[in-house]
């Protein structure tokens, strides 16, 4: 769980030199979040290679072993077992449930407890997730009969779930979010019939895949596949399950690849889902050197492996229906865009803004403060490009993807760059600074 020293000392990051090599991204996030839950609900055991060792699935298994669930120790390298207690199997909790920095883990978890009938829950977190918006998993939720009660007339962790009968509806979601997708299915599982989720675009589909795979009845339709129907009834049964790393973190070594001078790497076993590869498509739109080699298909999901090197960039502009496929990728995306030639816009993105922080407003502040022009607007920046960025006193604000990026824009400044709370980055990719180091070490 996300808790930071009170004022643990800064990384000095190098600006010069430039990365080479092969590296092996954490696995995928929301993959090993779903595939802890999911496992937990199953019967029977669920293996889990790959899954990630960081703070945010870490919180995920607290909260299950806190309600009965068997989850073995989570150490890199080494599979993690879950015993599954079955679709009504949790125990009511001696004590709140902990989600630390973790939003995926709170959100899924308020769908996953909403059908406990008779049992009360209550949900906390850092003081950051505290204050991150989850009425947007709340107000669907209720439709569906759930009693979620929390500060901000239930906006605001704390929040307390009573378990409630569910009733199957049709839910038309404002934003396309795959956690609040998941966190109605979840619930569906234990409604009195089906439940269609429709959004306004499709996010993530993780857990659709999943859900397939653990033997829920589930369908998927409508234009851009934004239609979904769970049916319960179905006994998931435990998997075996391996989980492919992940893109949101590959992201910073593709960015780092392509506006670095001289630089070259190979990011190996990459999930290449259709509904999380935006950020490809969008470094494709620049004109950065990617390939994709060795694909393959692992556990239902599409996976390969990413070469990059350094080339000439031009500007982009993402909205509308690409945000959610790249919504994690934006901060680091921000950070090429200083590089690329032409202006660069980003629109319709106002979910940043109720991320680990605003991210809109963050990284304006921090790469503005190397140099960056860019101009932040409500739902999205513009970012003028062919800038020279400077090293400078910067500060992840406790965001990881923040850290991660602005370690990216460090590599490429003139002079030294002084981060704040590096240890942010801990909370998806725990290994980052050991694999910048040895990128920069193989190449220099």
Known sequence: MAHFAANPAPLRL????????????????????????FGAIAEGETRIEGLLPAEDPLSTAACLRAMGVEVSPIQAGQPVTVQGAGLDGFQEPGDVLDCGNSGTTMRLMLGLLAGRVGRHFVLTGDGSLRGRPMRRVGAPLAQMGAQINGRGEGNFAPLAVQGQPLRGTTIHTPVASAQVKSAILLAALTADGPTTVIEPAQSRDHSERMLRAFGAELSVGGAGNTVVTLTPGQTLKGQAVVVPGDISSAAFWLVAGAITPGAEITVQN?????SRTGILEVLEQMGAHISVLNRRDVAGEPVGDLRVCHGPLQAFEISGDLIPRLVDEIPVLAVAACCADGISRIRDAEELRVKETDRLAVMARQLGAMGGRIEEFADGMTISGCTELHGAEVDSETDHRVAMSLAVAAGIAQGDTLLHRPEAAAVSYPGFWDDLARLKQQAN
Do not use: E, M, Y
């Open 14 to 37: 190098t600006g010069g030199g430039t990365l080479a090599g092969t590296v092996q991204v954490p696995g995928d996030k929301s993959i090993s979040h779903r595939a802890l839950l």
């Open 270 to 274: 990459v999930g290449l889902n259709p």
